[in-house]
């Protein structure tokens, strides 16, 4: 069984950054995909952004884009979210996935077979 642990998050202002990680327990852990999602209390999980782990093409939901930047570490497998320029709306709990099939969705969490525990990003205004 794969773990997936993340890391990074806290309280910021407005404008200010952030940087989450999200490693494998396991070394040998190869996966597909990672994204990272968020959720707030009662709502869907959001699609934030994705990257594919061996091509390393990304994917960001429009209210990320510009902002925030995801990237991967192979020789780790560890995957970050820098998140810059945050805003009080990016307040919420972000969750890190891995998808290990290989035709799968990037962008929905259908398409993620690990999650992470989440951590808490808070933004104030």
């Known amino acids: 069984q794969v773990q997936l642990v993340e890391s990074g998050g806290g309280l910021v202002q407005a404008g200010g950054s952030l940087k989450l990680s999200c490693a494998a327990s396991?070394?040998?852990?190869?996966?597909?995909?990672m994204g990272w999602f968020r959720q707030a209390p009662g709502k869907e999980r959001e699609f934030v952004a994705a990257?594919?782990?061996?091509?390393?093409?990304?994917y960001y939901a429009d209210s990320v884009k510009g902002r925030f930047t995801i990237s991967r570490d192979n020789a780790k497998n560890t995957g970050y979210l820098q998140m810059n320029s945050l805003k009080p709306e990016d307040t919420t709990v972000y969750y890190c996935?891995?998808?290990?099939?290989?035709?799968?969705?990037?962008?929905?969490?259908?398409?993620?077979?690990?999650w992470g525990q989440g951590t808490q990003v808070t933004v104030s205004s």
């Open positions: 996935a891995a998808g290990v099939r290989l035709l799968a969705t990037m962008t929905s969490p259908s398409g993620y077979d690990y």
């Open positions: 396991r070394r040998t852990f190869s996966s597909i995909r």
């Open positions: 990257i594919n782990w061996s091509s390393g093409i990304t």
